[in-house]
Nanobody, 122 residues
Framework: QVQLVESGGGLVQAGDSLRISCTAS??????MGWFRQAPGKERDFVAVLRWGDNGTWYSDSVKGRFTISRGNATNSVFLQMNSLKLEDTDGYYC?????????????????WGQGNQGTVSS
């Protein structure tokens, strides 16, 4: 089974930037993206990148502040988070999908990273 390994995250102040990365091992996906989740809440879509056309999609809450990008190989994806706000504090999860159709719901993905905490303080 394909594994997703994340790195990055941490504690920053509001207005600062943070970069998280995700690498797939033992396989590749047609799409890789990021979701975030607070304790006791649903996992919400953040951004997704589709390899075939390098298309990117973002949630309205992060559009203009976050950028998803790919590594040179088809198994790494990064999330650059700028102008961070207190409400961006969450666990960030990398997700992979083998189909081409873009989906922005967590249930459409069946491959997940372990999650990385990003905390924004005032």
């Amino acid at each position: 089974q394909v594994q997703l390994v994340e790195s990055g995250g941490g504690l920053v102040q509001a207005g600062d930037s943070l970069r998280i990365s995700c690498t797939a091992s033992r396989g590749t996906f047609k799409q890789m993206g990021w979701f975030r989740q607070a304790p006791g809440k649903e996992r919400d879509f953040v951004a997704v990148l589709r390899w075939g056309d390098n298309g990117t999609w973002y949630s309205d809450s992060v559009k203009g502040r976050f950028t998803i990008s790919r590594g040179n190989a088809t198994n790494s994806v990064f999330l650059q988070m700028n102008s961070l706000k207190l409400e961006d504090t969450d666990g960030y999860y990398c997700a992979g999908k083998k189909g081409e159709v873009v989906r922005m719901t967590a249930t459409a993905y069946d491959n997940w990273g372990q999650g990385n905490q990003g905390t924004v303080s005032s």
